[in-house]
């Protein structure tokens, strides 16, 4: 049963284009929603057991070498959460239908490539997949033709060509390790060989290429080109997961099969972690452009969430993996709302809006919500993973970043403010007197993630013992 989480949406690719006609084109995108919501189903209500059972369909004769832990299933969960509102945000910004129809195959490919980068069980097909989901990106980044965005595509190919280097390096080193890419093998050989200056490298090596593919400084400087000139909804899809399932996670995957590389390791996610967090936050004070400010914060909450995986220890993890999962939905929501003003507007300079609070009070009052979140105020969802990514520096001794990441959260409210201040209060901007709310379908996800936002939040002890605190069984 869990090779469908890729092979349903290769398949409908393939169904879609042999039967490509003017209907197919239309339902494209509503089908692909329909995938993700099945996939938030199947990983709510059905258990792990049940999902892990490869025989139940296809026999013993046809198996991946995949499954399902309590990662995984946090991972596909923000992956259903984060393409399905990509795809509604892009049913309703493309005009051209054969656009949307691309859109809609290419997302699908990624939404395959991802769900195998977190299910799959030895590095090569971490590797295969890994791939998948750049290619996909690649196209997706370029999909408008334009100068901007093939330049910036082919700036992302190259940094990610870059990344693929560092990651074959690190897998060639694993491989001469342990004689096998399974995870179970390297972990084995890890364990026999702790301390071993072979194994630290090809850690180094796999995190440059997870750093390059996560945005973390200093591999970031594709991840503003790349949202400001690629359509929303991609950017929804590329900072709302893409840049933790080709980065983040598979660090996180890597670190606990390892042991974690010892103390050299941990210093340099804590260092990469802290300059990324500051580097992410400055740069976004200086922005006007929405979605480069939104890019830059990307950035910085990536570095949080690599400074808590730096302390190494299980709070960390949680807090880490909260992050992300937060991250997930309030910076898709934020890009929702970009979208929508965008719409509306014409632009997304935010020195020519103003006002946009009485124009537009959904939009403008789940952009709040997420604001809030993103910078940590109680008792939204930001607030809690971030606490624990502070205690959880303060409990292992690294006042310092503790320090860093308390003061940063303050910057991230600063710039998040500023947004506020000039789209959405003050006087209406000339030309903006007769601007309206956004339509139903611009709307109604930024409704779902700042209720989703406000949930996690309110019900955080449910959450964190459903959902994140299972996750310290990957290190056992």
Not at 59 to 65: I, K, L, S, V, Y
Not at 221 to 243: C, F, N, Q, R, Y
Request: aromatic residues 10%.
């Amino acid at each position: 049963m869990i090779a469908l989480f890729i092979l349903i949406p290769l398949v409908s690719v393939l169904i879609l284009n042999l039967c490509h006609c003017d209907f197919v084109k239309k339902i494209a995108c509503w089908f692909g929603m329909l995938l993700t919501l099945v996939q938030i189903y199947f990983v709510l209500f059905v258990p792990i057991d049940i999902l892990n059972n490869q025989s139940a369909l296809f026999g013993t004769n046809f198996a991946f070498n995949l499954t399902i832990d309590s990662l995984s299933k946090l991972m596909l969960l923000a992956i259903g959460i984060v393409v399905f509102s990509a795809i509604m945000i892009g049913q309703f910004t493309y005009h051209d239908e054969d656009q949307k129809f691309n859109f809609a195959n290419l997302i699908m490919l990624t939404l395959a490539g991802m769900n195998g980068v977190v299910m799959v069980t030895d590095i090569f097909s971490l590797y295969v997949f890994i791939e998948i989901v750049a290619v996909s990106s690649f196209i997706l980044i370029s999909i408008y033709k334009d100068k901007a965005a093939l330049e910036s595509a082919f700036k992302y190919i190259v940094l990610s060509v870059t990344a693929t280097l560092f990651i074959l390096l690190s897998i060639s080193i694993f491989m001469l390790i342990s004689g096998d890419t399974s995870f179970i093998a390297i972990n084995n050989a890890t364990k026999n060989s702790a301390g071993s200056l072979k194994i630290t490298i090809a850690i180094c090596l796999f995190i440059c290429g997870a750093f390059t593919k996560g945005g973390l400084v200093p591999f970031h400087s594709w991840l503003p080109d790349a949202h400001s000139s690629a359509p929303t909804s991609i950017s929804i899809l590329l900072s709302g997961i893409v840049i933790k399932v080709s980065g983040i996670y598979p660090l996180i995957r890597i670190l606990s099969i390892t042991g974690g590389g010892g103390d050299q390791v941990k210093n340099i996610l804590l260092f990469i972690g802290a300059v990324s967090i500051v580097v992410g936050a400055l740069a976004a004070l200086g922005q006007s452009d929405i979605k480069r400010m939104l890019a830059f914060s990307s950035v910085s909450q990536m570095g949080y969430i690599v400074l808590s995986l730096g302390t190494g220890t299980v709070l960390g993890l949680a807090g880490a993996v909260f992050h992300m999962l937060n991250h997930a939905i309030f910076k898709s929501q934020l890009f929702a709302n970009s979208a929508a003003v965008e719409k509306q507007t014409g632009t997304r300079n935010m020195d020519k809006l103003g006002g946009l609070a009485t124009k537009m009070p959904i939009t403008g009052g789940s952009s709040i919500v997420a604001m809030l979140s993103i910078s940590g105020i109680p008792p939204l969802s930001g607030f809690w993973s971030k606490l624990l990514i502070i205690i959880a520096l303060w409990q292992s001794a690294h006042y310092s970043y503790a320090f860093i990441a308390v003061i940063s959260s303050v910057i991230t409210l600063a710039y998040f403010l500023s947004l506020q201040r000039k789209v959405f209060f003050g006087k209406v901007a000339p030309g903006l007197e007769n601007v309206k709310e956004a339509k139903l379908g611009l709307v109604l996800p930024v409704i779902i993630l700042a209720l989703l936002t406000i949930f996690i939040g309110i019900f955080f002890p449910l959450v964190l013992n459903k959902l994140i605190l299972p996750i310290e069984s990957i290190l056992k």
